[in-house]
């Protein structure tokens, strides 16, 4: 691979974006060009998309800031009713029409965080493949489309060859997901003039089926660029926690827990992730990445208040650095902590504590019996004291002076309880 020319896929480069491409050469003329139309798919199975999203977002932000093409958004409104089998070991929950729109709109205010949308030639555009895939005819379509593929082929790309050599079921349905990819990439082409299709390395064999289709059915020539799957240095796959998926809706991870999730960063990360997940340039990056012992603290904090800010806003992002300054360093009940109201009445009731920790109320953990398993390790907290009764119960006396109580789990994860 010989050194790139366009600022485009320097960028991508040497912040550590690029797996694979299907043409160097040729994708860095057209980026040269600003001619680089490119498109990431995202479809629309739950109301969030989560932190592994957010490195094909970021190369879409780079595609436009480095003057390189236009950037597509693509709702999967029409491939959510199929599903994705690429990694996946079972078949996805079918999801209604309406859940899926109820979806597609929920996940469309991380995007303008990154991109701009707008009518120029540069600004980015949203639209969703329901548009062309809900009005195929089929007979058509198999005529037109499925005599391109080869189904030895198609069985040895790894999100096919993994289910089946698991002995695990693949629907018939997810079989042609592959199919109708590949379909929408030739349909951007014909509609919007797109000519890359980047994505997550587990989608390169359904890029590549693009490109082939384009190629048979007589498109211009496309292109395909993947990011890595990233794991940390320990080798836990990125962006899962304890208690669950680090989603990129506030309303789903506030923007606190957004913060300390970068905060606890490994160290052999911190170089990595300030290159991929902020806007920080390479200068103070390799500052950042050179401290060592407790100065790598420094860094860690850096990351999460970029990182955050980038998603939520640099006024979210200072305020939840804050909000852990005040908590870890001073000691102090910050009143920013994340915030559950509950009533007096379940106080009054009695409310189990494994109860609080789990999904119906602190969202700390996923559910009670991971809390349970906590309590047994010493891992959670009321109030700064250790819990060791898993069958204990919180109550009214429970209350700090503040009119809270402060749930904890490990060092660096709180939440408080309001009663109302």
Avoid at 102 to 121: A, M, P, Q, W, Y
Avoid at 145 to 160: A, C, E, I, T
Avoid at 323 to 334: D, M, P, Q
Wanted: with cysteine.
């Amino acid at each position: 691979m010989s050194a790139p020319k366009s600022e485009f896929l320097k960028v991508l480069t040497e912040r550590g974006f690029i797996h694979q491409t299907s043409d160097f050469e040729g994708i860095d003329a057209a980026a040269l060009e600003g001619r680089l139309t490119t498109y990431v798919g995202y479809d629309c199975t739950g109301p969030s998309l989560h932190v592994g999203h957010l490195l094909s977002i970021m190369m879409l932000h780079w595609l436009q800031k480095t003057g390189a093409g236009k950037p597509i958004a693509l709702m999967g409104g029409g491939t959510t009713r199929v599903g994705d089998p690429s990694g996946k070991d079972e078949s996805r929950k079918l999801l209604t029409p309406e859940q899926i729109d109820d979806n597609k709109l929920s996940l469309k205010g991380v995007f303008s965080r990154l991109i701009d949308f707008g009518e120029g030639t540069r600004d980015a555009i949203m639209v969703d493949n329901a548009e062309w895939l809900t009005r195929l005819n089929y007979i058509e379509f198999l005529r037109d489309v499925g005599r391109h593929f080869s189904v030895n082929r198609m069985l040895s790309f790894d999100s096919v060859k993994l289910r089946l050599e698991r002995e695990h079921e693949l629907s018939f349905l997810e079989f042609n997901y592959m199919i109708l990819q590949a379909y929408d990439f030739v349909e951007l082409h014909k509609r919007y003039g797109c000519i890359l299709q980047m994505g997550g390395s587990d989608q390169w064999g359904n890029i590549v089926n693009g490109i082939d289709l384009g190629r048979r059915s007589g498109t211009a020539q496309l292109y395909a660029v993947t990011c890595p799957l990233l794991t940390t240095a320990s080798g836990a796959k990125m962006g899962k926690t304890a208690s669950g998926a680090v989603w990129l809706n506030a309303d789903m991870l506030s923007p606190y827990d957004y913060w300390q999730f970068w905060r606890n960063t490994e160290d052999a990360d911190v170089g990595r992730f300030l290159k991929l997940f902020t806007l920080l340039d390479m200068d103070e990056i390799a500052r950042l990445e050179a401290l060592g012992g407790a100065d790598i603290n420094e860094a860690k904090k850096v990351l999460a208040t970029e990182a955050t800010a980038l998603l939520h806003g640099r006024e979210a992002a200072e305020l939840a650095a804050d909000t852990a300054r005040k908590t870890f360093e001073e000691g102090a009940l910050a009143e920013s902590l994340p915030t559950v109201e509950i009533s007096a009445s379940s106080l009054d009731a009695g409310l189990g504590v494994l109860t609080a920790f789990g999904p119906e109320y602190a969202k700390l953990l996923p559910s009670t019996g991971e809390a349970r398993r906590q309590v047994k390790s010493g891992g959670l907290r009321v109030n700064d004291q250790i819990v060791t009764d898993e069958r204990g119960v919180l109550r009214t006396a429970n209350l700090t002076p503040e009119g809270v109580i402060k749930l904890s789990f490990g060092k660096k994860r709180h939440v408080l309880l309001r009663a109302v």
